[in-house]
């Protein structure tokens, strides 16, 4: 039997307890931090006013007073896509709702384009989806050699820790710029060209060419001279050549790309090109009415904390042409418009555009940028890929080795001016060859072979070609690498390159006779034969060299 002391004893326990209980339910987030006080936010964290709130992102039950009760329904990655909805959504819809139906995640295009180049759909639209892919040769391929760089996928590295092998992430993959060892993940806004280079090193090989690197096969070393070569984190050969004048400034990619244009939303577009909220005028001949920030559009109010640069009454701001977006680390000021450089600082001044070196007149009124000041671009001329069936190989989308391999083989790599051509808004701009291939499989009774080629915005922005350069040059009309020849019997070219299956040479875009090849973009096109003609007769100004 209890003494009058130990019943006192346990009296005042449960008093303790009963009067301590509120009180501990009351701050259960921060009770997180006492097993877990490593993970706490850093100080400087975007969500450090979430610091005591630990299930507003991870959810559990900051209610519960046992650590099993607590952790359960626990996410431990909420930037996941398979978990936004739950978490990131809950205070960034807008966004959520964008990424979720945006081309990173969705890789519409990809998807309709490798269906439509293996005869799978009849035309370049539809309702393509690297998360509901099916097991057709093209959606094969597609699992096997495509879907790894889309949003949806967990974030992973491939064969290296640089992060050129880091793909997926959902949210993370932009805004987690560094992972720490241990604590918990800093979240940013700042978002530096590593986040980029990833997924974008690939297929356009754009984060390379911003950079001055242009892939190249092996057999390179072997011509002399390797100074110039190097090897990528991930193995791949490339060599130095002329960077982007705004990488040599300094700018990162997010200097040019909006929020807007990346995280969309791009519901509506099929191609990144459609997608994308800059354009060279907007900073270089911005004619659109100026905003104030008061102004803005309550999506972009957010920004307005982010202005690297004193707001006077008054201070006006650019806006794309696109969408409206507030450029907002731009000033403008009564000489000079001038860029803050979001990731690197500093500021530089931009340039306007000359009237001396693009004369009005019309004459040129359908050249974007590019056509002109696009120095080199990635371009390979030759493909083959073959599927066996008695191999096996990672399936991004089920997350495991499955029967089946696409084993593919490369030639013909170039890294020049690519040819011209005449995009589905009828502007002329650059194009490269997107697949000039021949494909193998089991199911089909023949070789496939198909020649397409796709506008490109190739990110290595230079001085502006002399008028020779186009209209002189076979190479830049697409009709390939050979000699133009003017005689009694008229215009002919003679290619150097060999005549492939379909009559036309291996790097011919299109002929002077008006054959062309396809392209992955409805409405977009070759220059025509009488285009042609009309080019290569047209008088050469005093910008020729």
Same mark, same amino acid.
């Given at each position: 039997m209890r003494s009058a002391n130990d019943r006192c004893s346990v009296l005042r326990s449960l008093l303790i307890s009963a009067l301590l209980a509120p009180l501990c339910l009351q701050f259960a987030g921060a009770s997180c931090l006492s097993c877990h006080g490593e993970h706490a936010l850093l100080a400087d964290d975007v969500h450090r006013f979430l610091a005591d709130s630990c299930s507003s992102c991870h959810l559990g039950d900051d209610a519960a007073t046992d650590a099993e009760s607590a952790h359960r329904g626990l996410i431990h990655s909420p930037g996941q896509l398979s978990n936004v909805e739950r978490s990131c959504a809950t205070c960034h819809s807008v966004e959520t709702d964008a990424v979720m139906n945006g081309l990173m995640h969705t890789g519409r295009g990809m998807v309709n384009v490798t269906r439509f180049t293996f005869a799978e759909q009849e035309d370049l639209a539809g309702e393509g989806d690297l998360a509901r892919l099916g097991h057709s040769p093209a959606d094969s391929l597609l699992r096997k050699r495509c879907a790894s760089c889309h949003l949806g996928q967990p974030r992973h590295q491939l064969?290296?820790?640089?992060?050129? $092998?880091?793909?997926?992430?959902?949210?993370?993959?932009?805004?987690? =710029?560094?992972?720490?060892?241990?604590?918990?993940?800093?979240?940013? *806004?700042?978002?530096?060209?590593?986040?980029?280079?990833?997924?974008?090193?690939?297929?356009?090989?754009?984060?390379?060419?911003?950079?001055?690197?242009?892939?190249?096969?092996?057999?390179?070393?072997?011509?002399?001279?390797?100074?110039?070569?190097?090897?990528?984190?991930?193995?791949?050969?490339?060599?130095?050549?002329?960077?982007?004048?705004?990488?040599?400034?300094?700018?990162?990619?997010?200097?040019?790309?909006?929020?807007?244009?990346?995280?969309?939303? *791009?519901?509506?577009?099929?191609?990144?090109?459609?997608?994308?909220?800059?354009?060279?005028?907007?900073?270089?001949?911005?004619?659109?009415?100026?905003? %104030?920030?008061?102004?803005?559009?309550?999506?972009?109010?957010?920004?307005?904390?982010?202005?690297?640069? =004193?707001?006077?009454?008054?201070?006006?701001?650019?806006?794309?042409?696109?969408?409206?977006?507030p450029l907002w680390h731009i000033q403008v000021t009564p000489t000079a418009n001038i860029l803050h450089r979001k990731v690197q600082g500093g500021s530089i001044r931009i340039p306007p555009l000359s009237a001396k070196n693009h004369p009005a007149g019309g004459r040129h009124d359908r050249l974007r940028c590019t056509a002109c000041h696009t120095q080199w671009a990635p371009q390979c001329y $030759?493909?083959?890929?073959?599927?066996?069936?008695?191999?096996?190989?990672?399936?991004?989308?089920?997350?495991?080795?499955?029967? $089946?391999?696409?084993?593919?083989?490369?030639?013909?790599?170039?890294? &020049?001016?690519?040819?011209?051509?005449?995009? @589905?808004? &009828?502007?002329?701009?650059?194009?490269?060859?997107? %697949?000039?291939?021949?494909?193998?499989?089991?199911?089909?009774?023949?070789?496939?072979?198909?020649?397409?080629? @796709?506008?490109?915005?190739?990110?290595?922005?230079?001085?502006?070609?002399?008028?020779?350069?186009?209209?002189?040059? =076979?190479?830049?009309?697409?009709?390939?690498?050979?000699?133009?020849?003017?005689?009694?019997?008229?215009?002919?070219?003679?290619?150097s390159r060999p005549v492939l299956r379909d009559g036309m040479a291996e790097d011919a875009f299109v002929t002077l006779d008006g054959r062309q090849g396809e392209t992955t973009r409805a409405g977009a096109r070759g220059f025509k034969a009488e285009e042609l003609q009309k080019i290569l007769e047209a008088p050469l100004g005093p910008h020729s060299r």
């Open positions: 064969g290296t820790e640089h992060p050129i $092998g880091s793909r997926g992430g959902g949210c993370l993959a932009c805004h987690l =710029p560094v992972e720490r060892p241990s604590g918990h993940a800093a979240l940013s *806004t700042q978002i530096s060209d590593a986040q980029c280079i990833g997924c974008h090193s690939r297929s356009g090989r754009i984060a390379l060419s911003y950079t001055g690197l242009a892939e190249v096969d092996d057999g390179i070393l072997q011509q002399g001279d390797t100074s110039r070569l190097g090897r990528l984190p991930d193995g791949r050969l490339v060599e130095r050549l002329h960077a982007d004048v705004h990488h040599r400034a300094g700018m990162s990619c997010v200097d040019c790309h909006t929020a807007r244009g990346l995280m969309g939303p *791009t519901a509506g577009h099929l191609h990144g090109s459609d997608a994308v909220d800059i354009q060279c005028e907007d900073c270089h001949a911005n004619v659109q009415p100026r905003v %104030m920030a008061e102004d803005w559009s309550p999506r972009w109010q957010s920004l307005r904390k982010r202005v690297p640069f =004193p707001v006077p009454q008054g201070q006006s701001f650019l806006v794309t042409e696109r969408n409206q977006t $030759g493909c083959h890929m073959q599927y066996d069936p008695n191999q096996e190989q990672w399936d991004h989308a089920a997350a495991a080795f499955t029967p $089946g391999a696409w084993i593919d083989e490369r030639w013909s790599i170039r890294n &020049d001016q690519p040819p011209l051509g005449v995009d @589905a808004h &009828d502007r002329i701009v650059p194009f490269v060859p997107g %697949m000039i291939r021949s494909v193998d499989h089991p199911d089909w009774d023949e070789t496939h072979f198909r020649r397409l080629f @796709a506008p490109l915005a190739p990110h290595t922005t230079g001085k502006g070609l002399g008028c020779d350069a186009c209209h002189r040059s =076979p190479r830049a009309l697409g009709l390939g690498e050979g000699a133009l020849i003017r005689d009694d019997e008229g215009l002919r070219f003679e290619p």
